[in-house]
């Protein structure tokens, strides 16, 4: 088996599905002759050509919506934004369009769409190109939000999406994109969609995360354990739909719950999270829940990134604070 760093993987996977299915394209900035900004496109147009991978002019907007005409029309579609933080213009096809042609269509229509783009913070990047802003999509019915963590589940997860009926968003942590390698199977598998990952087992507390947070969380569960603290740590996968089954499971073990992500606190998906558990599993509780997350501003310049991101610090003081209470 191939050891893979999460670029490779998803190129694997993109290769892959382009090679079995036709219908399968690539448009956006870059992303042909030079291989997208972090070379996740890297080699594919030179084996399947510029009409399947299409670089596009620095418009958005008009890479997704012409991905949603193409998917309309029989094709597969791969929408690359080059970074998150160029994700709200496109806002206007995804909400008007691409989330909700199934039910304008009374199901006569579908719309077999990805739309990729590297997301969040931890590589010191400039303004716009840092933000982690899944809930914002979360809260659009009609398309799925998908975070891998790992090599393994971003080719599996890269695959479901290409052959899922409905739009998706995949967003790719950039501050891992080469800092872990997996070994990959040879030969296809895929990881389904709005299934989550019990990553590690434990009793003391229930740690829910996703994307670059799940390196961070299992550092602080590392470090608790040596106190005595068995965290159990839930990588979600899919923001939405979400997995509640496997979130109440352990929430009902544990009886404890610590949220991390990089997003601002307000309104972000740790809020949602907290207010299913109080839904389904209130009465399984020892203590309040506490959430880990970045801050209520724009993302700082670099010199600040590291004081924004959660780190294995604050979230082991947050997983003290819970086991105590």
């Given amino acids: 088996m191939p050891k893979c760093n999460l670029v490779e993987a998803i190129n694997l996977g993109l290769k892959e599905e382009m090679e079995k299915d036709p219908a399968v394209m690539i448009l956006g900035e870059d992303v042909g002759r030079e291989g997208g900004v972090f070379r996740v496109t890297d080699g594919l147009q030179a084996i399947y050509g510029p009409d399947r991978v299409v670089d596009t002019p620095l418009a958005e907007s008009g890479i997704v919506g012409t991905a949603f005409g193409l998917a309309l029309n029989g094709m597969r579609p791969i929408a690359e934004i080059q970074f998150e933080g160029f994700l709200p213009p496109t806002l206007d096809q995804i909400i008007s369009h691409v989330s909700r042609i199934r039910t304008r269509s009374r199901g006569r229509h579908s719309c077999p769409m990805v739309i990729r783009s590297p997301y969040g913070g931890g590589i010191r990047?400039?303004?716009?190109?840092?933000?982690?802003?899944e809930a914002l999509f979360a809260h659009i019915p009609g398309i799925k939000v998908v975070i891998p963590s790992?090599?393994?589940d971003a080719k599996g997860l890269i695959i479901s999406a290409i052959r899922d009926p409905?739009?998706?968003l995949f967003l790719e942590?950039?501050?891992i994109y080469r800092a872990v390698r997996q070994e990959i199977p040879d030969g296809e598998y895929t990881v389904p969609t709005g299934e989550a990952a019990v990553v590690q087992e434990g009793d003391s507390l229930t740690v829910i995360c996703w994307g670059a947070m799940?390196?961070?969380?299992?550092?602080?569960a590392e470090a608790a354990a040596a106190e005595g603290i068995n965290a159990e740590v839930i990588d979600l996968r899919t923001i939405s739909p979400m997995d509640d089954e496997t979130i109440m499971d352990s929430v009902r073990k544990t009886g404890r719950v610590v949220v991390v992500h990089e997003a601002?606190?307000?309104c972000g998906v740790g809020a949602e999270i907290i207010a299913r558990i109080n839904e389904k599993a209130f009465y399984h509780l020892e203590g309040p829940m506490i959430r880990v997350t970045g801050f209520d501003t724009v993302m700082p310049l670099p010199k600040l990134?590291?004081?924004y991101l959660p780190d294995q610090e604050r979230i082991l003081r947050a997983m003290r604070q819970v086991v105590e209470a």
């Fill in 264 to 266: 601002p606190k307000t």
């Fill in 173 to 175: 942590p950039k501050r």
């Fill in 166 to 168: 409905d739009p998706v």
């Fill in 125 to 133: 990047a400039p303004e716009h190109h840092s933000d982690a802003n």
């Fill in 150 to 152: 790992n090599p393994y």
């Fill in 214 to 220: 799940v390196r961070e969380v299992l550092r602080a």
């Fill in 305 to 307: 990134e590291n004081i």
